[in-house]
């Protein structure tokens, strides 16, 4: 037991792909959300096993991975934060900005649901 109470909604685990700064998610830890880099190298469809199997949101900028695996992540309810990165680039300071206010939408509305 962790001294919660048990009606607290557990924690959202995020997994940050490698299509954005691992930086980032060392910076939206420190303020105290739960994230992994991911591995290097790391394929899509292993990506959504581990998010899968971790309860986890796959946090991307990959919008080929967004419509080649919209099917699968439909069929297992695997969550996505999608960054749209301008074909010139995002700096990590833009990636942390947007990250940061998305994570806390993506958590507000998690606990507000029923």
Not at 21 to 29: D, G, M, S
Not at 30 to 41: H, N, Q, S
Not at 76 to 88: A, N
Request: aromatic share 8%; charged share 30%; net charge positive.
């Amino acid at each position: 037991m962790s001294g919660k109470p048990t009606s607290a909604p557990p924690s959202t685990r995020f997994l940050l792909d490698e299509s954005l700064v691992p930086k980032v998610a060392e910076a939206l830890a420190l303020v105290g959300y739960d994230f992994v880099v991911c591995e290097k190298g790391m394929k899509d469809p292993e990506v959504i096993d581990w998010c899968r199997e971790n309860h986890a949101v796959w946090v991307h900028a990959d919008d080929r991975a967004r419509r080649e695996h919209r099917v699968l992540l439909q069929a297992t309810g695997i969550r996505t934060i999608w960054v749209y990165r301008p074909k010139s680039g995002m700096s990590a300071r833009e990636q942390l900005r947007i990250l940061a206010m998305s994570c806390l939408i993506f958590c507000k509305r998690r606990e507000a649901a029923p």
